[in-house]
């Protein structure tokens, strides 16, 4: 989990503009049907903490709050199984445009999200988190201070 947030740290696309205004931060359909990925640079990562090998990741972050405590943006995964063995850190909503995951709870529950479904997870949450690939727009917040590494 730390791997996907260091990816949503590294992009501030936020509100804050070259005149000092702040203003809302729309995602269009059209982007929300995959074209933020070209409409702005994404950060691309590759990551090697999957048990079913490496997989590469885009985040298009579009706010990130002041005091760096809550966090949108877009995000797309290739092929992953994590075991998430220590609390997952940050309350994070997702909802899901393409692909999907399995979320295997610490107490064995299963929970299936598909394109269209959306989920939220606690920052206490622990368990196995496993996709064949997914898109998804989300929305983070940590009340525990700043969302670091």
Same mark, same amino acid.
């Given at each position: 989990m730390k791997a996907i947030l260091t990816a949503a740290c590294l992009l501030?696309?936020? %509100?804050?503009?070259?005149?000092?205004a702040n203003h809302?931060?729309? $995602?269009? *359909?059209?982007?929300i049907a995959g074209k933020m990925f070209t409409d702005h640079k994404p950060v691309v990562s590759e990551h090697s903490d999957s048990e079913w090998g490496p997989?590469?990741?885009?985040?298009?972050? %579009?706010?990130?709050?002041?005091d760096?405590?809550?966090?949108?943006? $877009?995000? *797309?995964s290739g092929p992953v199984r994590m075991v998430i063995d220590e609390a997952y850190g940050v309350d994070e909503f997702m909802y899901f445009l393409e692909g999907?995951?399995?979320?295997?709870?610490?107490d064995g529950t299963v929970?299936?999200?598909?394109?269209?479904?959306?989920?939220?997870i606690g920052r206490d949450w622990k368990g196995i988190w496993e996709s064949k690939g997914y898109t998804k727009i989300y929305v983070i917040y940590s009340p525990e201070g700043p969302i670091s590494e």
């Open positions: 501030i696309a936020g %509100t804050a503009h070259a005149d000092g809302p931060v729309k $995602m269009s *359909k059209e982007q997989y590469t990741t885009h985040d298009v972050e %579009t706010f990130l709050s002041a760096k405590q809550m966090d949108t943006g $877009m995000y *797309k999907g995951v399995t979320l295997t709870s610490e929970t299936e999200i598909g394109a269209g479904d959306a989920v939220t």
